[in-house]
Each structure stands twice: as structure tokens, then as C-alpha cells.
């Protein structure tokens, strides 16, 4: 059974940092591209990032470049997201997902985690 | 704003037919990008419910159906049951922006 299990989020004050993390199993990591995909509270759906399933590619969303950094150890099933400068518009929960397929090009998740808080408040 | 306009609520009485309309652009759509569609219950995760247009992952029910024509794209819900109470979410790729875009969703309420 593919499972994901996001870990790390947490009430960072504005301009701070965190580690999220998600762990994956049921499935051969290293063959897969993943995502993180964000929800603030009571909204919709944002693409974060992705990387190719052996790090070479990664892509962001313009509002998180030059602050966040995805990356993967695939020795260890994991996938992270490194989150810098934070404000207040990064205030969500973070999924983290598995792709279905490879970029470029319209890319469905078919497995999600059940997602990590990041409150970034004062 | 999101790239992809969705209406925001849609409602129907059981076993009506309810549609979602995905509006895109010739940057995502329009361009030949495939649409994915995702429903979120109340308080869980997104579930992939249509991937590429008009397929559907094992265990979906065929009482969803996904379109996709030019800019535009559409979710069919036929039959509406109270358990098909959620948040459904379109998504796609902009080579605009070079990034996977979703709609602002759309909630559907059963009469």
C-alpha cells in the first residue's frame, strides 16, 4: 500500500525557517517524481514544487523561488522541502504527492499525504 | 485569481446530473495540456478522481465522468449521491508560468 507521512510543520515566527519531511512507502521511490502541493486555510489548492525522482530536475512556483529548496534522499524513501524567509502567505498545510508521470508536461497525484501545518505568525 | 476558473458552487438534488466547468487559456488548455480532476471531501486529503481528461483511477465510480474540449474542460457528476458532498479542484499544466495550476474549486452540495 503506497503510503506518504509529511512531518515537520510548525508555528515559525515571519522571516524564519523549517524542515518538512515526508516519508514514503508501498512503492519504488527512486522511480517516481514527487511534489509538494499547499492549502491555506479554507482555500484552494497550490503546486509548490517537484523533482525528478533522481534529484537532477526541480521546479518551483515563482511565489517560493530563491526561498524554498525541494530535495530527496532516495536511500532513505524521502522527500523534503526546505522553507526560508517565511511570511505569512506561506501559512498552509503542505502535501506532499506522488506524480504520475514526468515532466513537462500536465502531470496528475495520484497518492497524497495527509498533510503538515505551517503557520508562520507573530 | 486562479488560472484555471472554476464556478464556485454547484448544487443538485440526488440522482440529478451536476457539471463543473474548468476554464482555461491557451497557455494551459488551450495548448494541448491534459486536465486532472481532484475531489476533497470535508476535512481529508484530495483523491485523484480524473486523470488526462477522461479517465478514471481503479475504484472511481462511473458515475464521474471528465471532458476536455479547446480551452475548456468539464466534470460530470450523474446520479448525485449526499456522499458526493465535497470541494472538486481541476488541474493542469501553464507554460506561461511554467508550473502545474489548479482551479479555485468548486464545492457541490446535494439537495
Known amino acids: 500500500e503506497v503510503q506518504l507521512a509529511e512531518s515537520g510543520g510548525a508555528l515559525v515566527q515571519p522571516g524564519g525557517s523549517l524542515r518538512l519531511s515526508c516519508a514514503a512507502s508501498g512503492f519504488i521511490f527512486s522511480s517516481y517524481w514527487m511534489s509538494w502541493v499547499r492549502q491555506a486555510p479554507g482555500k484552494g489548492l497550490d503546486w509548490v514544487a517537484n523533482i525528478k525522482y533522481d534529484g537532477s530536475e526541480k521546479y518551483y512556483v515563482d511565489s517560493v523561488k530563491g526561498r524554498f529548496t525541494i530535495s530527496r534522499d532516495n536511500t532513505k524513501n524521502s522527500l523534503f522541502l526546505q522553507m526560508n524567509s517565511l511570511t505569512a502567505e506561506d501559512t498552509a498545510v503542505y502535501y506532499c504527492a506522488r506524480d504520475l508521470g514526468a515532466a513537462p508536461g500536465s502531470i496528475p497525484y495520484d497518492y497524497w499525504g495527509r498533510g503538515t501545518l505551517v503557520t508562520v505568525s507573530s | 485569481q486562479s488560472v484555471l476558473t472554476q464556478p464556485p458552487s454547484v448544487s443538485g438534488a440526488p440522482g440529478q446530473r451536476v457539471t463543473i466547468s474548468c476554464t482555461g487559456s491557451?497557455?494551459?488548455?488551450?495548448?494541448?495540456?491534459?486536465v486532472h480532476w481532484y475531489q476533497q471531501l470535508p476535512g481529508t486529503v484530495p483523491k485523484l478522481l480524473i486523470y488526462r481528461n477522461s479517465n478514471r483511477p481503479s475504484g472511481v465510480p462511473d458515475r464521474f465522468s471528465g471532458s476536455k474540449s479547446g480551452t475548456s474542460a468539464s466534470l460530470a457528476i450523474t446520479g448525485l449521491q449526499a456522499e458526493d458532498e465535497a470541494d472538486y479542484y481541476c488541474?493542469?499544466?501553464?507554460?506561461?508560468?511554467?508550473?502545474?495550476?489548479f482551479g479555485g474549486g468548486t464545492e457541490v452540495t446535494v439537495l
Open positions: 488541474q493542469s499544466y501553464d507554460i506561461s508560468l511554467s508550473g502545474y495550476v
Open positions: 491557451s497557455s494551459n488548455l488551450g495548448a494541448g495540456y491534459d
